[in-house]
Each structure stands twice: as C-alpha cells, then as structure tokens.
C-alpha cells in the first residue's frame, strides 16, 4: 500500500434523505430528521479514528429551488440541531465552523452559528464544517472578489494573482484540502460543492441513502481509501520510490 492509510479531511454530500422518507411513506423531512441522526454517528466516528477534519454539505445554494415549506422546515431543523448539538461537540473537544452564506437564514441562524464558531474556535480533536448556502461557484468568486479590492487598494498587482494568493480568500482557508469526499444516494456528481479544494481528493459514490449511512459504510468508504494509490500528477512508480525512501 502507498500513501496515507486514514483521510485528514473528509467531505460528505449527504444525499437522499427524501428518497429514503419516501420510500417508507413518510414526508421528506423525517429523512432529513434522520440525517440528522447520522450526521452525529458519523462525527463521533471521525472523532474516535483520529480523522481531523470532516466537512457535510446541508444546504446548496440550488437547494432555495425546493418548496418553500421543505426549506422552512430545514431551516428549522437546522436551528433545533445548532441548540442540541453545539454544547455536546463543545464537551468533546470538537471545532465548529460554517461556510457559506449564512445570512440568508436569517439572524437568529446566523448569530447561533457565530456563538458556536467562537465557543468551539480553540477545540483540538476534531474539526467540523457545515456547509449551508453553500456553492463552490459562490465561493470561487467571492474570494475573486476579495483578491479585486486588494488589487483596487494597490496591495497586490494583477500578475501577482495565483492559485496560491487567492487560497486565503477561500472559505476553507487554513484547512487542508479534503483527502475522501464521499456522496451518498446514488448520483455520481458534485452538485457545486467544494469545486477548488477537490481537484485532487479521492472520490467515492454509494448508492446507499445518507439515513442508512452507518458505521460499516463509512468503514467501506475507509477501506475504499485505504486501497488507493495517490500519485498528484506523479508516476506510480516515483510515488512507490518515495515511500520506500
Ligand atoms: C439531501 O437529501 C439533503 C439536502 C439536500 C438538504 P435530499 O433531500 O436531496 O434527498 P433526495 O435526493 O431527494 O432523496
Ligand atoms: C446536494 O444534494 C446538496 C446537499 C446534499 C446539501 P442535492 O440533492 O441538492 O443535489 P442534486 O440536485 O441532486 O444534484
Ligand atoms: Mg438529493
């Protein structure tokens, strides 16, 4: 085997809750209720294999195309789970953090999210980003934005722009690029989450639905990793030559 064994970072589209809600004749958002339930699994279980950061995708910024009461009652959801949740991944010595543009939902959102942002800021195990109004689009130009102003302020010179110089600009600034990305539900796509810091991240797909996503699966999604030979433009052999070294 060559390369690291266990992701640093995983990034999750948890998808299809409403399928699974569905399936059992029930209304879409006990899926997501359900999601919910194993959104905290799967923290707890990235917590317990050393894995340092893990980031879920909860809402796209396509997702404002949903019925209005699925988004109000997701919108809801995500403010019972924020209250319920936050003190316990406190107490473990799990960091939180959201990206995207939060202010849609509203302040009472926005202010809890901050508060937890800052309660958790110095915690060590764990690193959890939530992904809500999310777009990897949005975040690209946002940070395009940024670079823009320094150039206007005559901080920086036009020929002076890399991939590098706009890196801080970007949401996940700071932390490393996703190792896993893992989509649940059977669509093989990104749906615009992560677009930058995915351009060397293994990807896996399962047909399995996010609220049957359990502690096996993810195992499998490890083991699906662990299998893996990462050469980032290299050649396979130079990548086995530098691991024997
Ligand atoms: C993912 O599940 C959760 C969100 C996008 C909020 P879906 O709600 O997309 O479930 P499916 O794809 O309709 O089954
Ligand atoms: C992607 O799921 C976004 C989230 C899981 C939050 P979608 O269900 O919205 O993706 P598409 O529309 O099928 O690509
Ligand atoms: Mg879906």
Sequence with gaps: MTGATLPQHVAVIMDGNGRWAKARGQARIQGHRKGVERVRDLVAACA?????AVTL?????????????EVRLLRQLFL??????IPKLHENDIRFSAIGDIAAFGAEIVR????????????????????????GRWDVAQACR???EEV??????????????????????GVPEPDLFIRTGGEQRISNFLLWQLAYTELYFTPVL??????????LALASFAG????????????EAAWRA
């Design 112 to 135: 809890r999210v901050r508060e937890a942002e800052e309660l958790t800021r110095h915690n060590q195990r764990l690193h959890m980003t939530i992904a809500a109004n999310y777009g």
């Design 48 to 52: 317990e294999t050393g894995i340092k």
């Design 228 to 239: 893996r030979q990462r050469r980032f433009g290299r050649t396979g052999d130079q990548v």
């Design 80 to 85: 019972f789970a924020l209250e319920r949740e």
């Design 152 to 173: 206007k302020a005559g901080r920086l010179a036009p020929a002076d722009i890399s991939a590098e110089s706009l890196e801080p600009y970007l949401s996940m600034a």
């Design 57 to 69: 995708f909860a809402f796209s910024s396509e997702n404002w195309r949903r019925p209005r009461l």
């Design 146 to 148: 940024c670079l823009a």
């Design 210 to 219: 996010w609220p049957d996503f359990d502690r096996v699966q993810f195992d």
